[in-house]
């Protein structure tokens, strides 16, 4: 799964003030360096801005996304942070963590999970229509379209995170714990 990076915060803690360019499409120069974490790689270069920060890409990608960061904040806070924005993250995050409590079969078919004690559930209609909610506030719909992935759960997540592109801060502080983790196992090697 591949989708557009874009801004959900970061590895620091969330009273800290982040810089507004944090998160956003900006220009980088060459890269120099570029990070393994599992199967994601990233590129790292100098962001072109008046501070000395850092800038990020996908591997194979050209839009190049700003961080806040540079190389003296050390390479494990940089991973952490590349982690929290990258929206494909998330949907790992979430298919790792969120725990089927209950599901009806057929359509529609209803989902219950909880995801370190945050109850959500998810309906999925014909198509590729589906719904989710928090605990038991109204539903909210979103059209996956024909390309909907036919795995439910898979489906139910994607139908969460096209209903609630925000929804990481339901899950805090424990996707940045997560992320923290994951991002201790950083591989870090030079371009040239």
């Given at each position: ?19 507004a360019i944090h998160g956003h499409t900006c220009s980088a120069g060459a890269p ?155 591989s870090v090697q030079p371009v040239f």
């Open positions: 799964m591949q989708a557009q990076l874009q801004m959900t915060d970061s590895a620091l803690s969330p009273e800290a003030a982040r810089k120099f360096a570029r990070i393994t974490m599992g199967s994601n790689r990233y590129e790292i270069a100098d962001a072109i801005s008046e501070d000395a920060l850092l800038a990020f890409r996908a591997e194979g990608q050209t839009s190049w996304t700003a961080l806040d960061l540079s190389v003296a904040d050390g390479w494990v806070k940089i991973a952490a942070d590349i982690l929290l924005i990258d929206p494909d993250v998330i949907f790992e995050f979430l298919h790792t963590h969120a725990i089927r409590t209950s599901a009806t079969e057929g359509i529609p078919c209803e989902m219950d999970f909880d995801t370190f004690g945050k109850k959500w559930s998810a309906r999925l209609l014909v198509g590729g229509i589906g719904e989710v909610r928090f605990g038991s506030e109204p539903w909210k719909r979103a059209d996956l379209g024909p390309k909907a992935p036919p795995e439910r759960r898979t489906r139910a997540i994607l139908t969460l995170l096209a209903c609630e592109p925000g929804s990481r801060h339901h899950f805090e502080p424990q996707i940045t714990e997560w992320a923290r983790r994951i991002a201790t196992g950083v």
